[in-house]
């Protein structure tokens, strides 16, 4: 049975699995291809692209009927059936999939490393999630590695760009970052690479209940729950990266910090049910504003070229690779209801030092 999992898109609790109609019997328009999606990685970031779907366009890619939403995630997929396309049947490929068993893609621009869908629905859409690359080892595909790469990299990278971008500004003149949410994979990806690399200070603001675990990481200098935050020394230059989006938490740390919070970055929304508060707009200290990691990649590319900025992240990513097995497992969830299961845990808070890893 072919089947996909959908959201009412204005409350992200009720999902459900809906039938799709069998691989063999659709038809494919003229240069279509049919992907059938193997595995796919599943973290907040995927309750995010949910949460703005409506602001940044993410129900677009994969629409759905009537209240329903498809959310997309970054997983591995098999090409079925190429029709009249140039992919090849069995290729294997990395990119942007619904939790869906497949997926009809129209390829453009096929090469060596990817191809381009050029389905007109996605044509508005940021580039960079319409791409899918040949999951080979000559493209960065090592073996044995794909579970992290989807359950990883597009967090480690955002890390990786964010950590450029402080150190590209000297950091603001903060002596110190702060990082909201610190036990998310995209905040201890930016922690890791500051703690290796950055001369600063590392804190890392967590719930109650996570606060052992990233205390056991390693990388944070200092870890303080949301109840703590008023204890933190404020007579420090800091740079706050918010990966929590809980306007409560924001206000009072601009509110302590006062004029010594010089960046306030806004990257994520994991509280996605604590976003009603205080205007950012009207806090003391720097303005808080939504991060952009295109800008400063664009930025980089053009001052180091493209290829010197991938060798940089590639570098760090094999690094970071080294030491996140000893933080966070993998676990393998297969089939419809699994998946569905593993859909609501993640909504709900999931534990930080579990990977989901969906197998279709
Ligand atoms: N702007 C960008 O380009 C970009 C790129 C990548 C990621 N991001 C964003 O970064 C954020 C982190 O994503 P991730 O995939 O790294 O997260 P993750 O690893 O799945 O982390 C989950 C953490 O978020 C908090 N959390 C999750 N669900 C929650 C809930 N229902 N209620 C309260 N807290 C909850 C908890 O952290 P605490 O207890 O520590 O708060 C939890 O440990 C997402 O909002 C994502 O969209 C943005």
Not at 161 to 173: E, I
Not at 207 to 233: P, W
Request: one cysteine or more; a negative charge.
């Amino acid at each position: 049975m072919s089947y996909c999992l959908e959201v009412v898109r204005q409350d992200l609790t009720q999902s459900r699995i809906s039938t799709l109609p069998g691989e063999r019997d659709l038809q494919l328009a003229p240069g279509e291809a049919l992907i059938r999606v193997d595995r796919f990685g599943l973290t907040a970031n995927n309750i995010t692209y949910g949460v703005a779907g409506d602001i940044i366009g993410y129900w677009q890619f994969f629409p759905a009927e009537a209240e329903w939403g498809r959310i997309p995630v970054w997983g591995t997929g098999t090409v079925i059936d190429p029709g009249t396309s140039d992919l090849n049947p069995d290729a294997v490929y990395y990119g942007y999939f619904p939790m869906a068993s497949y997926l009809t893609v129209k390829p453009e621009h096929v090469t060596e490393r990817g191809f381009t869908d050029g389905a007109s629905h996605r044509a508005q859409l940021p580039p960079v999630y319409n791409q899918y690359q040949l999951a080979t080892p000559e493209n960065g595909f090592a073996e044995g590695t794909l579970d992290h790469r989807m359950v990883f990299f597009p967090l480690f990278a955002t890390g990786f760009v964010l950590d450029d971008y402080l150190d590209d500004n000297a950091f603001f003149g903060a002596d110190a970052v702060i990082i909201s949410s610190a036990s998310s994979k995209t905040s201890f990806s930016l922690a890791f690479l500051l703690h290796h690399h950055r001369d600063c200070k590392v804190i890392g603001l967590t719930s109650r209940t996570n606060k052992a675990f990233v205390e056991s990481m390693g990388i944070y200098d200092q870890v303080v729950t949301y109840d703590d935050i008023e204890s933190l020394h404020s007579d420090t230059n800091i740079a706050f990266i918010d990966m929590a989006g809980n306007s409560s938490v924001t206000a009072r740390v601009h509110h302590h910090f006062d004029r010594r919070c010089v960046c306030s970055s806004g990257v994520g929304i994991t509280h996605w049910e604590s976003r009603d508060g205080e205007n950012p707009a009207t806090l003391p200290g720097a303005r808080h504003t939504m991060f952009f990691a295109p800008d400063q990649i664009q930025k980089r590319n053009k001052e180091w070229g493209p290829e010197t900025y991938q060798h940089k992240m590639n570098d760090a990513w094999g690094q970071f690779l080294e030491s996140v097995d000893q933080w966070v497992s993998i676990s393998h969830y297969e089939g419809a209801e699994a998946m569905n299961q593993a859909y609501q845990e993640v909504l709900s808070g999931a534990a930080p030092n579990k990977g989901y890893v969906i197998v279709l």
